[in-house]
């Protein structure tokens, strides 16, 4: 599991203006990161439908929605991002500038999944993202939480 420290020298997330190197690029980089994430998932989904011997196309939705909460959940509490983050050089810190405990990585991964449910949702978190200056999200905003350049 990551350590919960800080970046050095610094308490909270660092300042988009005297620092703005950590959020550079970061909306095109979480869309880019999300495009590969939802790829690895429905790969994912798809193996899970053939190894069930296909029974899985009759509960497709719950299938996506529980593994895409699992990919997103795990991989953010081990990682501090997903796969698609990672090849991005970008990850998800707390208001403190730490990477997420499992309970934050588990909320932000649970209000992201209602998020997308709704269109209303995410028309909000594209404007925040292209608006807000550390790029948050409207999950990034509800949880105190920044997607950053890894440093």
């Known amino acids: 599991m990551m350590s919960r420290t800080v970046f050095p020298g ?14 550079a690029d970061v909306p095109l980089k979480r869309l880019i990161a999300w495009i590969v994430d939802t790829v690895l998932i429905a790969i994912l989904v798809v193996l899970g ?9 009759f509960f497709l939705p719950v299938l ?11 991989t953010i509490i081990r990682f501090s991002a997903t796969p698609g983050m990672r090849l991005m050089g970008i990850e998800l810190m707390d208001k403190d500038g730490a990477p997420l405990s499992p309970i934050e990585a588990w909320a932000h991964t649970g209000i992201y999944a209602m998020s997308v449910a709704f269109v209303f ?5 594209l404007a925040t993202m292209a608006a807000a200056p550390r790029g948050q999200s409207l999950t ?12």
Not at 49 to 57: A, D, S
Not at 121 to 125: K, N
């Open 64 to 74: 996506w929605l529980t593994v895409s909460l699992v990919y997103r959940g795990l």
């Open 10 to 23: 610094r308490t909270g997330l660092p300042d988009p203006e005297d620092e703005a190197e950590f959020y």
């Open 140 to 151: 990034d905003m509800l949880l105190g939480t920044a997607m950053v350049n890894r440093s």
């Open 49 to 57: 439908v053939v190894l069930t011997l296909f029974t899985g196309l």
């Open 121 to 125: 949702p995410q028309l909000i978190s």
